[in-house]
């Protein structure tokens, strides 16, 4: 291929490395782990409130039964003995209950050196519930805290509780370890769990997509190069679909163009003998115009006009694969000699395919006399050579020609009644080499013609194709005065 980039002109890349430690694969995973991390870490602060407050509650009902005890010691008096077992099982030191507005302690500890915080489990906001634990962990040593909360075991306004708070700082200690532990081990799981899942529904086929498209940039011819189609629905199947759609494009531009730049050195190389031969024919013409025949000097305009058009041609040798059209100089053209002239050299006659034309005699486009002569020839004889083509044909062939002007705009409608073409055909009708619907067709008529309509501002569509026929439009700027009008001003006049 003469325009691709072969493996020797472009060394095939490394292929990029998806794991540890800037593959996708590794920021995929360390991702989920943070953000399992971060979900764990934002669930620490209501786990240790619920801890924290369970642990209360504990102390509290171990407190409130430990305080039936005097109700039913003889006198209602229990011994100081006593009264420290029953703190130092309930973990606190001292016991309080008020009822009917009337606080009475019911079991006394040691004196207090200083007052303990207060935690009132009756009225907690959510901000100082999710605060507490923090308070407890980094308060200082030494410190009580005194809980009020609803009694369950007996009728009393509130019970209330004294107890060191070390004990419950260590608890909080050990179960924040273990909830680390914990969020650690969910965190490196669930983060495993994600990036296997979708290191296999995602990245393994973004990974194999990628080195099909390395593979096809070092080297579009490699078989290997080509996607393979997995036959998802989601996103990633439609990728991969339309990578092979566009390595499928590409293949076929750059075989076109290496078939152009083929044929460009090719038609340079027979350039200069062309021009000599027809320089050769050109001088026979002048010989034979000095002839008094009259059926030579009959055939002698047509041959010098043949033999003007193919010396500008051959002047302009690169007609599309090596150089551009040279610019177009408008003119206004006269539609139906144009015509006569194209049909003539598309070799359309009464016997076989016929001209229908129904342009008028004074009819105007305009154009470029030579250029509107290549495209309407371009356009005729592929409209003959589709209707001499077509199997089981009974009624003669005939090509319809009509102008219409609206806007500003001349419109060339060119109608067969041929076979029409085909849905494959019509993809890349004017894609050089792939738009031609027949196996010994070369597919650059439709493609020069289609250029040389552009050059001059305008286009070349297909307006319609079926079992009936086809019908292409050749637009063109520039609506110089319908010959009806003139003639009917004429006749007015």
Do not use: C
């Not at 979900?39 to 430990?66: K, N, V, Y």
């Not at 075989?255 to 062309?274: F, M, P």
């Amino acid at each position: 291929m003469a325009d691709a980039a072969t493996p020797q002109e472009l060394p095939r890349p490394d292929r990029p490395r998806f794991f540890w430690p800037g593959g996708l694969s590794a920021r995929l995973l360390t991702l989920t782990i943070l953000f399992v991390a971060l979900g764990g870490a934002l669930a620490l602060p209501p786990a240790l409130a619920a801890f924290e407050e369970q642990w209360l509650l504990d102390r509290i009902r171990a407190a409130e039964l430990a305080s039936l005890a005097p109700e039913v010691a003889p006198d209602r008096v229990v011994s100081e003995q006593l009264s420290a077992q029953l703190l130092q099982g309930a973990g606190v030191e001292r016991v309080a209950i008020q009822t009917d507005g009337m606080r009475r302690l019911v079991l006394g500890g040691p004196t207090l050196a200083r007052a303990p915080y207060v935690v009132d489990l009756r009225h907690q906001a959510p901000t100082s519930w999710l605060a507490a634990p923090f308070r407890t962990l980094l308060g200082g040593e030494g410190r009580r805290v005194r809980v009020v909360a609803e009694p369950r075991f007996r009728r009393a306004d509130f019970v209330e509780i004294v107890a060191p708070d070390a004990e419950l700082k260590r608890a909080m200690v050990s179960y924040l370890w273990k909830l680390v532990l914990v969020t650690a081990f969910v965190s490196g799981m669930a983060g495993l769990l994600v990036y296997l899942s979708l290191n296999l529904f995602l990245v393994r086929p973004m990974q194999r997509i990628t080195h099909a498209m390395e593979r096809f940039r070092a080297d579009p011819d490699d078989p290997q190069a080509r996607v393979e189609l997995s036959g998802r629905r989601d996103e990633i199947g439609r990728a991969e679909a339309e990578l092979g759609r566009m390595q499928a494009d590409l293949r076929a531009a750059l075989n076109s163009r290496a078939r152009l730049a083929a044929l460009g050195e090719a038609v340079a190389k027979i350039n200069h003998d062309l021009r000599n031969m027809l320089t050769s024919a050109q001088i026979a013409s002048e010989r034979l115009a000095a002839l008094k025949d009259p059926k030579v000097s009959q055939a002698l305009p047509r041959l010098e006009r043949a033999l003007d058009r193919a010396v500008k041609l051959a002047t302009d040798v690169l007609t599309y694969g090596k150089t551009q059209e040279a610019a177009p100089e408008p003119r206004p053209v006269r539609l139906a000699a144009a015509l006569e002239a194209a049909a003539e050299e598309a070799r359309l006659s009464d016997d076989g395919v016929r001209l229908v034309s129904e342009v008028g005699r004074a009819d105007q486009v305009s154009a470029d006399a030579d250029q509107l002569h290549r495209i309407l020839v371009n356009l005729l004889r592929n409209a003959r050579e589709a209707i001499e083509h077509q199997a089981d044909r009974t009624e003669p062939g005939r090509i319809r020609v009509t102008l219409a002007q609206a806007d500003g705009v001349s419109v060339v409608s060119v109608a067969d009644n041929g076979p029409g073409l085909p849905d494959r055909a019509r993809e890349r009708l004017f894609q050089p080499f792939a738009g031609s619907s027949r196996a010994d067709g070369a597919g650059l008529g439709l493609a020069i013609a289609r250029e040389l309509a552009q050059g001059h501002g305008g286009d070349l569509v297909l307006a319609q194709s079926g079992a009936t026929g086809a019908v292409f439009e050749l637009r063109l700027p520039g609506a110089p005065p319908r010959a009806t009008t003139q003639r009917r001003a004429k006749s007015s006049a």
